[in-house]
């Protein structure tokens, strides 16, 4: 028995004491008890069969549709449980024995609605929101931007997963291509995560990417999914082959993809680096992230850095630097640093302006703005989907426009009204 087996059996004992109870129920109901009882007999023993094949599947020896069909039939197994929990717990109170009749209509009428409404939510989370694009404007000042820089507009997307849309979607990549066209960006920067699995992913939406373009072009970085480490590859040539395929193709894009590397973006005289560095969360991948190498011959105080690093939780941990001598952290070597991979979890509710996420319980940096300081992170919640497919609530793709603002100091004019100098 593999270690996979532990949590679905206790997951179906659980789900077999709700069933049972609910046909109970439903077999002592005074409108069609056969009818309501078997159609609920018939279902759960559906869920059970595709559940125990769903989780049966080697998921990582798979081809990319089967590795695609697993993620469906999960989650459309829960779509159907999370709806009879939330209703049970509803009901279940409102059918004790001391309960009165109008108490257990009410109930019975509040439990229904509910389920059928989260059904609902849970299945626009499937068709409707992954395939809204939000695009979010950002405006960020910054006291050492050079003048000739102020307006820069950087835009920003990342975590495109394109095995999850396993060779079709591609009207919806075309449509996320030309909303960040339309933005008119000076620079274009997809912060990692290209795939999920394997480099083949993306060759449907190859073309398609090769044409965004901006004033200083797009920059990228590797995530820990483009690396391979989600398949189980029969050697170590075979996996180091498909990551070599998977960055000659971004090159083919037109894309520049900074492994541990920088590029000088110039204006008149003035300049900022873009550093990306590779991702560094260690265990159970390698460390990846080399900041000797990021930052050689670009490491001046006075520089204005553009760090693109996946994983925002490093900002402020402290990592090795210049040969392990000294430690410093990330938010301190870049006065913006850009990130994604948290997804938001693909679940968020937007609440009176404030974003709530069950991401933040794993990651304090997992989507919009921090600040540390002069320095900043932006963590975009990205495109695509890993694990379920579908995004949940205000987790819209996000294409990320960023503003680049030189802050000076503030004059009044004539009036008395403040202006910036």
Known sequence: MTIQWFPLITLLVVNFGLDLWLFRKLRRDKKWPRLKSGVHAVLS?????MMVVAISIPRRTCENSTFVAVMWMLYLYYTFYVPRYLAALVWMPTHLKKSGKLTRKIGGIVATTLGVLVFIYMWLGLFVIPYHVKVEHVEMEFENLPQEFDGYRIVQFSDTHLGTYNGGKTEFIQEFVDSINA??????????????????????????????????????????????????????????????????????????????????????????????????????????GNLDTAYVDYDRSDRFVLLLQHAPKQWKLDWSYQRRITMVRLCDKADLMLSGHTHAMQCMATLFGHKFSPAWFNNEFWGGLYTEGDHKLYVNIGVGMVGMPARLGTAYPEITLITLKKRGECIADEHGNKIRD
Request: proline letters at 5%; aromatic letters at 10%; glycine letters at 6%.
């Open 45 to 49: 023993l559906v869920l059970l069969a």
């Open 183 to 288: 933005l008119n960006p000076d620079l274009i920067c997809f912060t990692g995560d290209l795939v999920s699995r394997r480099s083949d992913e993306a060759l449907p939406y190859k073309e398609i990417l090769s044409k965004l373009h901006a004033r200083d072009g797009v920059v990228s970085i590797l995530g820990n999914h483009d690396d391979g480490h989600y398949f189980d590859w029969p050697s170590d040539e075979a996996r180091n082959a498909d990551l070599k395929a998977l960055i000659e193709m971004q090159k083919e894009m037109g894309w520049k993809l900074l492994i541990n590397d920088n590029i000088i973006l110039k204006r008149d005289s003035s300049e900022i680096a873009v550093v990306g560095t590779n991702y560094f969360n260690g265990w159970p991948f390698p460390r990846w």
